[in-house]
């Protein structure tokens, strides 16, 4: 059983930042990428951000250059968000590409509310 949890959603004003937070836990063996998506009502979910086990990232179109996806430990990635602008508003969700004693998939958490205005 695999958890994902994430942290640090919020109210913010246009132009603000904020950093999320998403930790994964329970019968893991290995994590091959960890995300970042975010999806509004009436809309496809989106992707915002990843980064390999490598190190390797890659983000969507409209957030390059505004956030930032960084790893502080096998199990821990953050999403730091500047500049952030209204459209920005969403539910984010991260996701866990891992390998458990049972199978490899991606598991997600339930999301966290980002809501950008003034």
């Known amino acids: 059983q695999v958890q994902v949890v994430e942290s640090g959603g919020g109210l913010v004003q246009p132009g603000g930042s904020l950093r999320l937070s998403c930790a994964a836990s329970?019968?893991?063996?290995?994590?091959?990428?960890m995300g970042w998506y975010r999806q509004v009502p009436g809309k496809e979910r989106e992707l915002v951000a990843i980064?390999?086990?490598?190190?390797?990232t890659n983000y969507g179109d409209s957030v390059k250059g505004r956030f930032t996806i960084s790893r502080d430990n096998a199990r821990t990635v953050f999403l730091q968000m500047s500049s952030l602008k209204s459209e920005d508003t969403a539910v984010y969700y991260c996701?866990?590409?891992?390998?458990?004693?049972?199978?490899?998939?991606?598991?997600w958490g339930k999301g966290t509310l980002v809501t950008v205005s003034s």
């Open positions: 996701a866990v590409n891992c390998v458990t004693p049972l199978r490899q998939m991606d598991y």
């Open positions: 329970g019968s893991i063996l290995s994590i091959n990428a």
């Open positions: 980064v390999t086990n490598g190190g390797r």
